[in-house]
């Protein structure tokens, strides 16, 4: 598969491990909390910065450009894809796509959808003011879209999941100018709900002059008043366009929901191997609270670090037990899946009791640079089966000790 290439040497991946935070046990009830400064700056790449924000486009009825600048002499580095926790005075956090491929200025741009009721959203569309500040922590997240894609490659972004694929095409861009040949087809459907919500055809354009492989194909929900644009959902412009999708590989970024449909219906209408998929998926809802342990549920015993005995039930996903128990995981994404950063090393013995990593657990741990044994702990679910469960902190790109 593509990722497989994708030289992951880079000191832009982002590694936090269990072992750079070091263990540490916190009061029982962390949820909601934002990470210390002290425990993300303790990680090798990813960093707490404070950003001001220094510009503020209004750009659709639903969609905000912001650009946010972080202080001279500081160095944040990330590959175009990634994304940033974006945290407000409130301590509320949410993660938002980089939407540029190098910070210009020390800015980054973020490109924000409000969400309906939505909680941080709103408050940026109705109270952010230029020259607030804020903090983000990051980068996170290994979506990209490899210099050396073919030209069997599909872009899909549903709304500002345009972010991380522009990000993306400037970096293919400016390979370009290093040579690197950019010329091949590169389809990029972008679905929004109506004109305006296609907030940024101008850089597109610009892009597509220094990408002329560039094929970009706009999808509106409900069509428009001209009829110059594709009417329905995304991925059935994609279904009508390809008899075929078998080699195909398709990098998509947006609500869940269209990723979803994206998946099935390619795969059950014409032949797309959903490993091929490459999601950035942008999940809503507030971070970093714990569930409840699933009720009346049977315990199962872990030992941690062999020394360390604690419970968590069946059902649950192994991160919320820790976290019960209270211990400093920093889990950023909230136990989504996206980020990475809530690794632990399973004791050999156990490893084959556990299921094999579905393909996102699988190309997190590879991409934050994990070792044999290595495992996101909120993709892991607690059944019978685990009591007893070993744990260690692993060592960061260690995996097994030697
Ligand atoms: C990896 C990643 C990257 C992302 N990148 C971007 C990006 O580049 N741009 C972008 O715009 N977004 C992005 N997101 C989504 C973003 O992080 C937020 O989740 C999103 O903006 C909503 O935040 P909010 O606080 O406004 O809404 P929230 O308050 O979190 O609410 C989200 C939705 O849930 C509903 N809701 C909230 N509480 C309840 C409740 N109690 N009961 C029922 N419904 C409820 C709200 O009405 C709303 O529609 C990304 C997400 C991830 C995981
Ligand atoms: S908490 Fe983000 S991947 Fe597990």
Same mark, same amino acid.
């Given at each position: 598969? @593509?990722?497989?290439? &994708?030289?992951?040497?880079?000191? $832009?991946?982002?590694?936090?491990?269990?072992?750079?935070?070091?263990?540490?046990?916190? =009061?029982?009830? $962390?949820?909601?909390?934002?990470?210390?400064?002290?425990?993300?700056?303790?990680?090798?790449?990813? %960093?707490?910065?404070?950003?001001?924000?220094?510009?503020?486009?209004?750009?659709?009825?639903?969609?905000?450009?912001?650009?946010?600048? &972080?202080?001279? !002499?500081?160095?944040?580095?990330?590959?175009?894809?990634?994304?940033?926790?974006?945290?407000?005075?409130?301590?509320?956090?949410?993660? &938002?796509?980089?939407?540029? +491929?190098?910070?210009?200025?020390?800015?980054? /741009?973020? $490109?924000?959808?409000?969400?309906?009721?939505?909680?941080? #959203?709103?408050?940026?569309?109705? %109270?952010?003011?230029?020259?607030?500040? &804020?903090?983000?922590?990051?980068? *996170? !997240?290994?979506?990209?879209?490899?210099?050396?894609?073919?030209?069997? #490659?599909?872009?899909?972004?549903?709304?500002?999941?345009?972010?991380?694929?522009?990000?993306?095409?400037?970096?293919?861009?400016?390979?370009?100018?290093?040579?690197?040949?950019?010329?091949?087809?590169? $389809?990029?459907?972008?679905?929004?709900?109506?004109?305006?919500?296609?907030?940024?055809?101008?850089?597109?354009?610009?892009?597509? /002059?220094?990408?002329?492989?560039?094929? *970009?194909?706009?999808?509106?929900?409900? !069509?428009?008043?001209?009829?110059?644009?594709?009417?329905?959902?995304?991925?059935?412009?994609?279904?009508?366009?390809?008899?075929?999708?078998?080699?195909?590989?398709?990098?998509?970024?947006? +609500?869940?929901?269209?990723?979803?449909?994206?998946?099935?219906?390619?795969?059950?209408?014409?032949?797309?191997?959903?490993?091929?998929?490459? +999601?950035?998926?942008?999940?809503? =809802?507030?971070?970093?609270?714990?569930?409840?342990?699933?009720?009346?549920?049977?315990?199962?015993?872990?030992?941690?670090?062999?020394?360390?005995?604690? /419970?968590?039930?069946?059902?649950?996903?192994?991160?919320?037990?820790?976290?019960?128990?209270?211990?400093?995981?920093?889990?950023?994404?909230?136990?989504?899946?996206?980020?990475? #950063?809530?690794?632990?090393?399973?004791?050999?013995?156990?490893?084959?009791?556990?299921?094999?990593?579905?393909?996102?657990? +699988?190309?997190?741990?590879? *991409? #934050?640079?994990?070792?044999?044994?290595?495992?996101?702990?909120?993709?892991?679910? @607690?059944?019978?089966?685990?009591?007893? @469960?070993?744990?260690?902190?692993?060592?960061?790109? /260690?995996?097994? %000790?030697?």
């Amino acid at each position: 598969m @593509l990722m497989e290439r &994708f030289d992951r040497a880079s000191d $832009h991946a982002t590694s936090v491990t269990l072992s750079a935070l070091s263990l540490q046990r916190q =009061g029982p009830d $962390h949820a909601g909390a934002v990470p210390s400064s002290d425990a993300m700056n303790r990680s090798s790449s990813t %960093k707490r910065l404070e950003v001001t924000l220094v510009a503020l486009r209004r750009a659709s009825k639903r969609t905000m450009v912001l650009r946010l600048r &972080f202080a001279d !002499g500081e160095v944040f580095k990330y590959r175009p894809g990634q994304f940033i926790g974006l945290v407000a005075p409130d301590g509320r956090q949410r993660f &938002f796509s980089i939407a540029n +491929a190098d910070p210009v200025h020390n800015e980054l /741009e973020l $490109h924000v959808n409000r969400s309906p009721g939505g909680a941080f #959203t709103g408050m940026l569309f109705d %109270k952010a003011q230029i020259s607030d500040r &804020f903090w983000m922590e990051g980068p *996170f !997240g290994d979506f990209t879209i490899p210099p050396e894609a073919s030209s069997r #490659t599909i872009l899909v972004a549903g709304g500002t999941g345009f972010a991380p694929i522009r990000a993306c095409l400037e970096q293919m861009a400016a390979n370009r100018l290093t040579g690197m040949q950019t010329s091949r087809t590169i $389809h990029l459907y972008w679905g929004a709900r109506s004109r305006e919500d296609l907030y940024d055809v101008a850089s597109l354009k610009a892009l597509s /002059e220094r990408l002329p492989g560039l094929r *970009f194909i706009p999808v509106l929900d409900q !069509g428009d008043s001209d009829c110059s644009v594709r009417a329905g959902f995304v991925h059935r412009a994609i279904i009508e366009d390809f008899d075929d999708l078998s080699e195909y590989d398709i990098y998509a970024c947006g +609500a869940p929901a269209m990723i979803e449909a994206l998946s099935r219906d390619c795969a059950a209408e014409r032949g797309f191997d959903p490993s091929r998929l490459i +999601a950035d998926i942008f999940t809503a =809802g507030p971070d970093r609270e714990n569930p409840p342990p699933p009720a009346s549920s049977a315990p199962v015993a872990l030992l941690l670090d062999q020394a360390s005995a604690m /419970e968590g039930v069946q059902g649950e996903a192994l991160l919320f037990a820790l976290k019960r128990a209270g211990i400093a995981l920093p889990a950023v994404c909230g136990g989504k899946g996206a980020c990475g #950063t809530c690794r632990i090393h399973v004791a050999p013995q156990w490893r084959s009791r556990l299921a094999e990593p579905a393909k996102q657990e +699988a190309r997190l741990l590879k *991409f #934050t640079g994990a070792g044999e044994g290595d495992r996101l702990s909120c993709q892991i679910l @607690l059944t019978a089966d685990l009591s007893g @469960l070993e744990l260690q902190a692993c060592t960061e790109n /260690e995996g097994d %000790k030697q």
